[in-house]
T-cell receptor
Framework: DVKVTQSSRYLVKRTGEKVFLECVQD?????MFWYRQDPGLGLRLIYF???????EKGDIPEGYSVSREKKERFSLILESASTNQTSMYLC?????????????FGSGTQLSVL | GNSVTQMEGPVTLSEEAFLTINCTYT??????LFWYVQYPGEGLQLLLK?????DKGSNKGFEATYRKETTSFHLEKGSVQVSDSAVYFC???????????FGKGITLSVRP
């Protein structure tokens, strides 16, 4: 069974902490994405990556960075967590870059910043 | 830029009722259109898709037709089940690079 695995289902952190959210896919996909999901706002793209060591900003990159050292792993980093970063974070991957490619999603990490 | 507008929710239906969830889009060119579903406690998964005008996507009894003239991709099901309770997202991909633009999502609850 193909999988996108996010390391934590629930995470509680304090304001100012550095937070790492990890995502691993076992499908040898080139492309990986980080979204955040908020009620009434839907999904918003934070960052994405088309290849190892490559990254591009999405629609809301402020306050976040990413790392892709290996093809299967894509990490989202909150350098100094703030309360407005409390959200559900979803990782996704796709095989290619065509417009009709479907995304495979992880189950999400619910992050609470206190 | 690209955008997707979904009808306001939530939606509550009785089992076996007919379902329509409206979705309209704004995009340049010829986007691909998708419906994703998120069951409780899970990530999103693709429900159906259509890649060109007049295409009909279908899966698990759900259908949606790509209507270029009305820029719409409404989701329908003739008889919903309790197990269809979930959040439904309409999305579009405006070209290469497979970046999706999502609507806000709508929660469907089906009562026995």
């Amino acid at each position: 069974d193909v999988k996108v695995t996010q390391s934590s289902r629930y995470l509680v952190k304090r304001t100012g902490e550095k937070v790492f959210l990890e995502c691993v896919q076992d499908m040898d996909h080139e492309n990986m994405f980080w979204y955040r999901q908020d009620p009434g706002l839907g999904l918003r793209l934070i960052y994405f990556s088309y290849d190892v060591k490559m990254k591009e900003k999405g629609d809301i990159p402020e306050g976040y960075s990413v790392s892709r050292e290996k093809k299967e792993r894509f990490s989202l980093i909150l350098e100094s967590a703030s309360t407005n970063q409390t959200s559900m974070y979803l990782c996704a991957s796709t095989r290619g870059r065509s417009a009709w490619e479907k995304l495979f999603f992880g189950s999400g990490t619910q992050l609470s910043v206190l | 830029g690209n955008s997707v507008t979904q009808m306001e929710g939530p939606v509550t239906l009785s089992e076996e009722a007919f379902l329509t969830i409206n979705c309209t889009y704004t995009a340049t060119g010829y986007p691909s259109l998708f419906w994703y579903v998120q069951y409780p406690g899970e990530g999103l998964q693709l429900l159906l898709k259509a890649t060109k005008a007049d295409d009909k996507g279908s899966n698990k009894g759900f259908e949606a037709t790509y209507r270029k003239e009305t820029t719409s991709f409404h989701l329908e099901k003739g008889s919903v089940q309790v197990s269809d309770s979930a959040v439904y997202f309409c999305a579009l991909s405006g070209g290469a690079n497979s970046k999706l633009t999502f609507g806000k999502g709508i929660t469907l609850s089906v009562r026995p």
